[in-house]
């Protein structure tokens, strides 16, 4: 064998090596190093980059939607629920769409924060936790700044966009937290929730205040969303009547208003305030239109002074896409109430917030184009619903029965929970399960019916089935297939050139030396 015979024999064997410790199992402690999930994804970006030898445009606008539990069988039953079995929604109608693996570092099922953390930030961590290092655990009075995250939203605005979100749950609760925070507990809304988890809040800052005075979130554009009682002190009652949870004294709204002296801001709490708005004469716009959660889509009445969410965006993309914002912008839009109706184990919410979600979305999209525009909409975590047995096609999926039990001769219905509080409603011990049909003829209200529970629990768990990603525009076809919940923040850079990312979406061959030099990091780190 000649001296480059050799030379193509060892590379070729670096090679083998390289894509073959791709199968190795992950050791435990490689999974808590952040450098980890970076690799991972920058191999795969490197992979799925030689996809397409088109032209393709930089992504200089990015929307993110995200709908809390909408697992594929929340997604198959809405459908019927909204027009038939082959309804279609506008999020699937995305060119392209793929698998997302969920798991946090440790544990198998995520949450929304450690599920945040991975697809707005690039880096997996542990349950419970809000862009923070997968070193530290829930619950730590750790704040070293060196294992704080930063988050798609950080890189936006470092790159010059304008950035902002919608969000149907409190604007400091799930995956909203990790565009602006860092804290070791997702429960830390407000300084109480800190101090009586026993940290100092003076080292451990509270997820309302980073919104209001952190690097990130004092620059949001707009900010819509529910969630007052973390904003207000103890002292103070919100429009609803009821009382702040600060016990620091401080009123945040003030402050955000004080810090916003000199600019054109506007704080709302109501539709009609929405409604009324001129954004162009508008700089920075604060809405708070809830105590709490926003209410379900399927109880906002005619009158009601919380807006829909496809208003929320409508006015969020009003103010992002200003003539001014010449770098572009990035919307993040979160539904949450898909996740909080299944854990009430009510599937005719759930599905009526898919509808109100993909409305959204589909207004989202007609007010942006594709060829500059990075579209994708995704689920953060899963549900424990199912869809059990084989009802025929005619049948009414939430009032009729799907089969019979071999075992006690009682009917069943299409739709079930593993677990949730309709356990008790549809199960009595000692004597066992009710007949389903009985138990929802005697709820006259078709929207609080809910579905049999198989475990006992206060409130539904979420689930860890793998979130279905759809996308398009700029470089979307990167999203297709299966990988890591990570990967969507890092093709979310690649695509749109933010946190030094550009040399990958500007640069459409990859060099074999490129390669190389790529794979040797996992090789010889």
Same mark, same amino acid.
């Given at each position: 064998?000649?001296?480059?015979?050799?030379?193509e024999a060892l590379l070729s064997l670096l090679l083998i090596l390289a894509v073959g410790?791709?199968?190795?199992?992950?050791?435990?402690?490689?999974?808590?190093?952040?450098?980890?999930?970076?690799?991972?994804?920058?191999?795969?970006?490197?992979?799925?980059?030689?996809?397409?030898?088109?032209?393709?445009?930089?992504?200089?606008?990015?929307?993110?939607?995200?709908?809390?539990?909408?697992?594929?069988?929340?997604?198959?039953?809405?459908?019927?629920?909204?027009?038939? &079995?082959?309804?279609?929604?506008?999020?699937?109608?995305?060119?392209?769409?793929?698998?997302?693996?969920?798991?946090?570092?440790?544990?198998?099922?995520?949450?929304?924060?450690?599920?945040?953390?991975?697809?707005?930030?690039?880096?997996k961590s542990n349950l419970g936790t809000v862009a923070m290092d997968p070193t530290v655990r829930r619950?730590?009075?750790?704040?070293?700044?060196?294992?704080?995250?930063?988050?798609?939203?950080?890189?936006?605005?470092?790159?010059?966009?304008?950035?902002?979100?919608?969000?149907?749950?409190?604007?400091?609760?799930?995956?909203?937290?990790?565009?602006?925070?860092?804290?070791?507990?997702?429960?830390?809304?407000?300084?109480? &929730?800190?101090?009586?988890?026993?940290?100092?809040?003076?080292?451990?800052?509270?997820?309302?205040?980073?919104?209001?005075?952190?690097?990130?979130?004092?620059?949001?554009?707009?900010?819509?969303?529910?969630?007052?009682?973390?904003?207000?002190?103890?002292?103070?009652? &919100?429009?609803?009547?009821?009382?702040?949870?600060?016990?620091?004294?401080?009123?945040?709204?003030?402050?955000?208003?004080?810090?916003?002296?000199?600019?054109?801001?506007?704080?709302?709490?109501?539709?009609?305030?929405?409604?009324?708005?001129?954004?162009?004469?508008?700089?920075?716009?604060?809405?708070?239109? &809830?105590?709490?959660?926003?209410?379900?889509?399927?109880?906002?009445?005619?009158?009601?002074?919380?807006?829909?969410?496809?208003?929320?965006?409508?006015?969020?993309?009003?103010?992002?896409?200003?003539?001014?914002?010449?770098?572009?912008?990035?919307?993040?839009?979160?539904?949450?109430?898909?996740?909080?109706?299944?854990?009430?184990?009510?599937?005719?919410?759930?599905?009526?917030?898919?509808?109100?979600?993909?409305?959204?979305?589909?207004?989202?999209?007609?007010?942006?184009?594709?060829?500059?525009?990075?579209?994708?909409?995704?689920?953060?975590?899963?549900?424990?619903?199912?869809?059990?047995?084989?009802?025929?096609?005619?049948?009414?999926?939430?009032?009729?029965?799907?089969?019979?039990?071999?075992?006690?001769?009682?009917?069943?219905?299409?739709?079930?929970?593993?677990?949730?509080?309709?356990?008790?409603?549809?199960?009595?011990?000692?004597?066992?399960?009710?007949?389903?049909?009985?138990?929802?003829?005697?709820?006259?209200?078709?929207?609080?019916?809910?579905?049999?529970?198989?475990?006992?629990?206060?409130?539904?768990?979420?689930?860890?089935?793998?979130?279905?990603?759809?996308?398009?525009?700029?470089?979307?076809?990167?999203?297709?297939?299966?990988?890591?919940?990570?990967?969507?923040?890092?093709?979310?850079?690649?695509?749109?050139?933010?946190?030094?990312?550009?040399?990958?979406?500007?640069?459409?061959?990859?060099?074999?030396?490129?390669?190389?030099?790529?794979?040797?990091?996992?090789?010889?780190?």
């Open positions: 064998m000649n001296r480059w015979g050799a030379w410790s791709s199968w190795i199992q992950v050791k435990g402690h490689e999974e808590h190093d952040a450098h980890h999930w970076k690799h991972m994804a920058h191999e795969l970006l490197y992979e799925k980059k030689d996809y397409t030898m088109q032209k393709i445009n930089i992504a200089k606008n990015i929307m993110v939607f995200v709908g809390a539990g909408m697992s594929q069988t929340t997604v198959t039953g809405a459908r019927y629920y909204n027009g038939g &079995d082959n309804e279609t929604f506008a999020f699937e109608r995305l060119k392209w769409s793929g698998n997302a693996r969920t798991y946090c570092v440790d544990s198998r099922v995520p949450d929304s924060a450690c599920a945040g953390t991975a697809f707005l930030t690039g880096v619950g730590e009075c750790a704040m070293d700044p060196a294992k704080q995250l930063a988050s798609i939203a950080k890189w936006a605005l470092e790159a010059g966009k304008a950035v902002g979100f919608a969000t149907t749950s409190r604007v400091t609760s799930g995956s909203n937290a990790a565009l602006y925070a860092n804290s070791p507990d997702s429960r830390w809304e407000n300084d109480a &929730d800190v101090s009586a988890g026993g940290c100092n809040t003076a080292t451990v800052p509270d997820i309302a205040h980073q919104l209001i005075h952190g690097d990130i979130g004092k620059q949001f554009k707009v900010i819509l969303g529910g969630g007052r009682k973390h904003f207000l002190p103890t002292v103070e009652t &919100d429009p609803s009547g009821q009382r702040g949870l600060r016990t620091d004294g401080k009123n945040l709204i003030n402050e955000w208003k004080q810090s916003k002296a000199g600019a054109n801001a506007t704080y709302i709490t109501t539709v009609n305030e929405l409604a009324s708005l001129d954004t162009s004469k508008i700089d920075y716009l604060f809405g708070l239109f &809830d105590y709490d959660h926003l209410p379900f889509s399927a109880d906002i009445a005619n009158g009601s002074v919380t807006p829909a969410l496809v208003r929320m965006v409508h006015y969020s993309l009003e103010m992002l896409q200003k003539k001014e914002h010449t770098n572009g912008y990035l919307l993040f839009v979160e539904d949450g109430n898909i996740r909080r109706a299944h854990g009430q184990n009510k599937p005719r919410k759930a599905f009526d917030q898919v509808r109100h979600y993909a409305n959204a979305f589909n207004m989202a999209h007609m007010m942006a184009n594709e060829q500059n525009t990075l579209f994708i909409s995704m689920n953060d975590v899963g549900s424990t619903l199912s869809l059990p047995g084989y009802p025929a096609r005619s049948s009414d999926l939430l009032d009729s029965a799907a089969g019979t039990s071999s075992a006690d001769g009682l009917p069943y219905l299409g739709l079930t929970y593993a677990t949730g509080p309709a356990h008790s409603t549809y199960y009595r011990t000692g004597s066992g399960r009710l007949d389903p049909m009985e138990v929802l003829q005697s709820v006259p209200n078709g929207l609080e019916r809910t579905c049999p529970a198989l475990v006992p629990m206060a409130e539904g768990a979420d689930g860890g089935e793998d979130a279905t990603v759809y996308a398009s525009g700029p470089w979307a076809f990167m999203l297709s297939g299966g990988y890591e919940q990570h990967f969507v923040a890092h093709t979310i850079a690649f695509a749109s050139c933010i946190d030094g990312a550009c040399d990958g979406a500007a640069t459409l061959v990859l060099s074999t030396a490129t390669l190389l030099a790529a794979l040797g990091v996992r090789l010889f780190v």
